[in-house]
């Protein structure tokens, strides 16, 4: 995979480490924040195909989808077969060195491959454990993507400005007051 374009970022969240499992739009465009504002985000994409908007196109850029490239820049990409034994210790072993771990997948998915909340936070202590489903309930949803809209992060609104208020911004971005605590406790933020 071929890595998304890079910008200037602040450094606000300089230190904070991501590991973004999410596709299409809702997680790539929070992470891509995160990354405007100095994380560090390791997007992790499918063997092959990668992240599905790779193909969505016109526009292209250089042979890559435009619409990929600005949901993505300031990223670092690799891909990882979770469905092998040997992909999921590697995730897991990135994940020892994790501030947040951001994902989109159905609700169940983590938990089939044994990364359910439980385990992640018995595994992992100090991991912020971020799923953005297409639900409030966590069941599956036909119009996840209309409730984006009314998300803090949607496409729709300007983002937010990162001044001295890093916590602002995280809650702009859709992390809870749990999640910002703990960033905070990591001294992340």
Not at 53 to 72: H, K, T, V
Not at 139 to 153: D, T
């Amino acid at each position: 995979m071929s890595k998304p374009t890079t910008t200037s970022a602040p450094s606000a969240l300089a230190g904070m480490r991501v590991i973004d499992l999410s596709w299409i739009l809702a997680g790539p465009y929070c992470t891509m924040l995160l990354a405007d504002y100095g994380a560090e985000v390791l997007k992790i994409e499918q063997p092959e195909s990668g992240d599905g908007i790779r193909q969505w196109g016109p526009p292209w850029l250089g042979g890559e989808s435009a619409y990929f490239l600005s949901a993505n820049r300031n990223k670092k990409s690799v891909t990882l077969n979770l469905q092998t034994a040997e992909g999921l210790a590697i995730l897991k072993k990135l994940l020892l060195d994790a501030d947040v771990l951001i994902e989109n997948f159905k609700p169940g998915t983590l938990s089939r491959l044994g990364l359910d909340p439980k385990t992640l936070a018995a595994d992992y202590p100090a991991l912020i454990n971020c799923s953005i489903t297409g639900s409030a309930d966590g069941e599956p949803s036909k119009v996840g993507v209309a409730k984006l809209s009314h998300s803090p992060a949607n496409i729709h609104s300007a983002p937010p400005i990162l001044g001295a208020d890093t916590d602002a911004v995280l809650s702009e971005l859709g992390f809870t007051s749990e999640q910002r605590a703990g960033l905070r406790e990591q001294g992340v933020i």
